[in-house]
């Protein structure tokens, strides 16, 4: 089956410093992509998305980047503060609307 | 705060028992999702209701099922339950299926704990 994967399951920053989160995805069909934040003991809370028809989407402190030719997608955070602490996660979606996630990269910041 | 709200946050119970986890979509949603999160597992997609018809199956066991009301909340029913069952159970809601992406929105979930 297909699968959303993520290169590092941890990752540790200092703070301020910038932050990237990596993910694989497989299915070259998938067209529409999520990153989520999920913090101790809450939900996932939506970060930002992008379509397959852009490269590169901006918000406020994060960027994702798209990479099609190798099906990678990363999460920029950008001056990584204690509050970015968190697992992150990449879903993909290529069916209806059903998403598949990877099992998450655990990001930690050190004051 | 999404918007998603979810009952009851923790929930405790014995192997063979069932239980019953409640979701109300954020306001205007058609679409409401069950996630299974296990322990050190990613989100596995249960089920997905749309204005209150099943819309999608991904891996659901045949012990749960679920159901969307026409008030559009939704309850997914766990039956026999097994030790393995233990994990954290999202509910997400969208607006629904549409042209172009269809942001789901994560409540906070349920965490059932069976002994």
């Known amino acids: 089956g297909e699968s959303v994967g993520l290169h590092l399951p941890t990752l540790s920053v200092q703070e301020g410093d910038n932050s990237i989160i990596n993910c694989a995805y497989s299915?070259?069909?998938?067209?529409?992509f999520i990153w989520y934040k999920q913090e101790s003991g809450k939900g996932p809370q939506f970060i930002i998305d992008?379509?397959?028809?852009?490269d590169k989407r901006q918000g406020q402190r994060v960027t994702v980047l798209l990479n099609k030719t190798v099906k990678h997608l990363s999460l920029q955070i950008a001056a990584t503060q204690p509050g970015d602490s968190a697992v992150y996660f990449c879903?993909?979606?290529?069916?209806?609307?059903?998403?598949?996630f990877g099992t998450g990269t655990s990001l930690t910041v050190i004051p | 705060d999404s918007g998603v709200t979810q009952t009851p946050k923790h929930l405790i119970t014995a192997t063979g028992q069932r239980v019953t986890l409640r979701c109300s979509p954020r306001?205007?949603?058609?679409?409401v999702y069950w996630y299974q999160q296990s322990l050190d597992q990613g989100l596995q997609f249960l089920i997905q209701?749309?204005?209150?018809?099943?819309?999608a199956k991904g891996n659901i066991l045949e012990r749960f099922s679920a159901q969307q009301f026409p008030d559009l909340h939704s309850e997914l029913n766990l039956s026999s339950l097994e030790l393995g069952d233990s994990a954290l159970y999202f509910c997400?809601?969208?607006?629904?299926?549409?042209?172009?992406?269809?942001?789901?929105?994560f409540g906070p979930g349920t965490r059932l704990t069976v002994l």
């Open positions: 997400a809601s969208s607006v629904g299926p549409r042209t172009g992406p269809d942001t789901q929105y």
């Open positions: 299915n070259s069909a998938s067209d529409y």
């Open positions: 992008i379509r397959s028809n852009m």
């Open positions: 879903a993909e979606k290529y069916t209806g609307n059903q998403f598949y």
């Open positions: 306001s205007g949603d058609l679409s």
């Open positions: 209701y749309y204005n209150g018809e099943e819309r």
